[in-house]
């Protein structure tokens, strides 16, 4: 089960993308400021239930399609001694059954951007990572009606051995723990503040976590205490 968010920008696009901006550039411009990675497929589900095809275009489009894009604007970033900026989520750090397609695509992204800044730090090209609430944005991607359609074409496409072993009331329960992330009410002007801090300021932070108090304490307790206090606190 998958859901957009964003607008998908093709490898030919991209190309055109790139060249657009190289002729219209201001003649004062040296190049290009900055690119930010908001796109965003997310593949819901546990693991057995999703679709190849669905988790293939998730990290196309997660982790390729903001490396792709990074490598084609870097030679005019560079020119500019701009910045990367990239949008990640607090699942990059916490485990979420259901979305473990997910957590897996932010952590990956979370992790190029971590290498891209050592990389690029002789360049003069700041790179940062702005890891926004999981509820932030949730009411602009994910839609509960469309994540019930969705999830009834997941289920269809089970073998009727994996039917049984798992069984509806178990599947449409894993699919119902989703519906708190729906037409929530995040705090999505933080994550705002923090891409355009990222954009704007002279000497940009690294890490921008413009996340709920119970987040960052869930963070802290998934990234430095042993997993069994975690689950012990957090485990459905």
Not at 34 to 52: K, N, Q, R, T, Y
Not at 61 to 69: C, E, K, Q, T
Not at 171 to 196: C, M, P, W
Request: negative net charge; contains cysteine.
């Amino acid at each position: 089960m998958g859901f957009r968010r964003s607008v998908i920008l093709h490898a030919s696009n991209m190309l055109e993308a790139s060249l657009y901006i190289t002729e219209n550039l201001p003649e004062e411009a040296d190049g290009l400021w900055a690119v930010v990675h908001c796109d965003m497929w997310c593949a819901l589900g546990e693991l057995e239930w999703i679709p190849f095809p669905v988790m293939r275009k998730s990290f196309d489009i997660n982790v390729l399609g903001a490396s792709r894009l990074t490598q084609i604007m870097l030679p005019l970033i560079r020119r500019a001694n701009g910045r990367v900026v990239f949008l990640s989520s607090a699942i990059a750090h916490i485990p979420a059954p259901v979305r473990g397609i997910q957590c897996a695509t932010q952590a990956a992204v979370e992790g190029l951007a971590q290498c891209l800044r050592h990389e690029l730090k002789q360049r003069t090209v700041d790179v940062s990572i702005v890891c926004a609430s999981e509820f932030a944005s949730g009411s602009m991607w994910l839609d509960d009606k469309a994540m019930l359609e969705q999830a009834k074409v997941m289920w269809d496409s089970l073998s009727d051995e994996q039917k049984s072993v798992y069984g509806e009331d178990y599947f449409e329960q894993a699919i119902r723990s989703l519906e708190k992330y729906t037409n929530t009410d995040g705090d999505f002007h933080s994550t705002v503040r923090a891409l355009t801090d990222a954009i704007i300021r002279s000497f940009p932070l690294f890490r921008y976590t413009p996340l709920s108090r119970y987040e960052k304490l869930q963070t802290i307790v998934a990234e430095h205490l042993p997993r069994p206090v975690y689950e012990l606190f957090y485990s459905n």
